[in-house]
């Protein structure tokens, strides 16, 4: 679980999370949507400390992050872009990460096998397409089983049939009581997966509920439609 | 420190099969080579390779350092979702490298001295351009690193560190006579002193001057040098304030990364 409070965070004078308060539940998918600069992206870097807070706490698993690193063991985080040293291996990388995480239980054979990534491990990074590096990504994020998995805009470089395994493979996770964290802009990605629904925009939550509340309080079927209206509600006239 | 020696073992296994480093090696051994086999005189190969080291090392190590940190960073921000201090990543990241590239130009520039038995010739004099070499990647390697932990801006980072060692490899001398011509009448050896320390690759050149006891014939900060502190008593501060060159970027910039928003 993780609990935000009265989270600030200002890059300068610009102040891109206003006073966010929101708690993410196990067993529960939760999308954070909102426009491009809507401050996505730093709430998942402020959950894994990559920002220093401006002001509010942040608690994972109900101790606080701060000053603090080994929280992350409990944190499988898959980023928007993947870039890894171009002359090690997925191999190397994922031996390292293990090393890190002083675990000896993890599972990546299965996860190998459905993106069919055993020929692909051998190969440097230089050598490899975008979307094999999305699916390395995966299997470092899930290989580790931890209880909270972010996913920042996962399905976005991956083929139908790895991003259908993926969508499968998150759903199992739920199963399993984890908490789960993703950005998307792909709304039916978004409500395939998702229970709840934060929506950011300018840095604060103008929305959090469930999926089907958003849906029944705009009367649509598609939470791209709901999304799109609560988008064009908030904005100003 | 586990946690740095993991970083820094992959970091090296990185870098060391960059093409760049195996280039980088490549021409150190045919300066050298080509040196030593155009060249009858040892005393004036050691010259021109150390003219080489202060000029080369610097830039390679700047420019080096600078893109390998810009590249790094969404793996930075990768290694630092995971459960690692910041200190330690950044030192992995540090020590993996300046020990790759170091050890390229070790290699290098080493080799013909073997293959041309010359080792033994100017045992001294060969050390002093091997640590020289060494010490010059460590320090614009840390400088590199902090301009890139400070400025995001990629092309702006690079044209900082191009800047910085334009000043310093070139320009820097040029600032110097200008100072002695406009301070002429004042007693300056110990501004010139100042000036030297300064300046990390004048260090270097010291340092090697000091070794070879040609201090007097290689220019006036040499001489000053030399008059000052002796040749072993300026070997040793020379090689102190080079020490220093390292650590101080190294501190500062290690510091922020602490802090840093990525």
Redesign the interface.
């Known amino acids: 679980m993780i609990t935000i409070k009265n989270l600030q965070k200002n890059f300068g004078k610009v102040s891109v999370l206003k006073n966010i308060n929101v708690t993410f539940e196990e067993g529960k998918v939760t999308a954070v949507v909102g426009p491009n600069g809507s401050g996505k992206t730093t709430l998942i870097k402020s959950i894994l400390g990559l920002v220093k807070l401006s002001a509010g706490t942040i608690e994972v698993n109900g101790k606080s992050i701060a000053d603090d690193f080994a929280y992350r063991n409990s944190i499988g985080y898959m980023p928007q872009t993947a870039r890894y040293p171009e002359n090690l291996t997925g191999n190397e990388i994922l031996s390292l990460i293990r090393s890190i995480r002083h675990l000896n239980d993890y599972d990546d054979d299965e996860l190998m096998k459905i993106f069919n990534l055993e020929k692909e491990m051998e190969k440097p990074f230089k050598n490899l397409s975008g979307g094999t590096k999305q699916k390395i990504s995966t299997l470092i994020a899930f290989a580790f089983n931890p209880k909270i998995i972010i996913l920042d805009e996962p399905t976005a470089g991956l083929d139908p049939v790895s991003s259908s395994y993926f969508k499968d493979l998150v759903l199992k996770q739920k199963e399993l009581k984890k908490t789960i964290l993703l950005t998307s802009h792909l709304m039916n990605d978004v409500q395939e997966l998702s229970d709840e629904i934060v929506f950011l925009l300018d840095g604060e939550i103008k929305f959090h509920g469930s999926v089907q509340s958003l849906l029944e309080d705009k009367n649509e079927t598609k939470l791209e439609r709901a999304v799109a209206e609560l988008m064009t509600r908030s904005l100003p006239q | 420190m586990k946690?740095v020696k993991?970083?820094l073992f992959?970091?090296i296994?990185?870098?060391i099969?960059?093409k760049w480093v195996a280039f980088y090696t490549a021409f150190f051994f045919f300066v050298g080579y080509g040196l030593f086999t155009f060249s009858g005189d040892v005393s004036k190969a050691y010259i021109s390779l150390m003219n080489i080291i202060i000029l080369i090392i610097p830039l390679v190590a700047i420019i080096f350092g600078s893109i390998y940190f810009y590249?790094?960073?969404?793996?930075i921000?990768?290694m630092?979702?995971?459960?690692?201090?910041?200190k330690s990543l950044y030192r992995g990241i540090f020590l993996g490298t300046s020990i790759p590239i170091s050890a390229g130009f070790a290699v290098g520039f080493s080799l013909p001295f073997f293959l041309f038995g010359k080792v033994n010739d100017q045992f001294g004099g060969f050390l002093v351009l091997l640590l020289m070499g060494i010490l010059l990647t460590f320090i614009f390697i840390a400088l590199s690193f902090l301009i890139s932990v400070r400025q995001d801006d990629k092309a702006k980072g690079l044209g900082i560190a191009i800047f910085i060692w334009l000043v310093l490899a070139v320009a820097y001398d040029g600032i110097v006579l200008l100072l002695i011509y406009l301070f002429q009448e004042y007693p300056l050896e110990q501004s010139m002193i100042a000036l030297t320390i300064l300046n990390p690759i004048d260090l270097g050149r010291i340092l090697f001057l000091m070794k070879f006891n040609i201090a007097a014939l290689m220019g006036y900060t040499g001489a000053v040098f030399q008059k000052f502190f002796g040749d072993s008593l300026g070997f040793i501060i020379s090689f102190l304030a080079l020490a220093a060159w390292i650590i101080i970027p190294f501190f500062f910039s290690s510091r922020y990364f602490k802090?840093k928003?990525?």
């Open positions: 946690l993991e970083i992959y970091e296994h990185n870098t099969r960059s590249n790094s960073r969404e793996f921000e990768m630092l979702s995971q459960p690692i201090d910041r802090r928003d990525f």
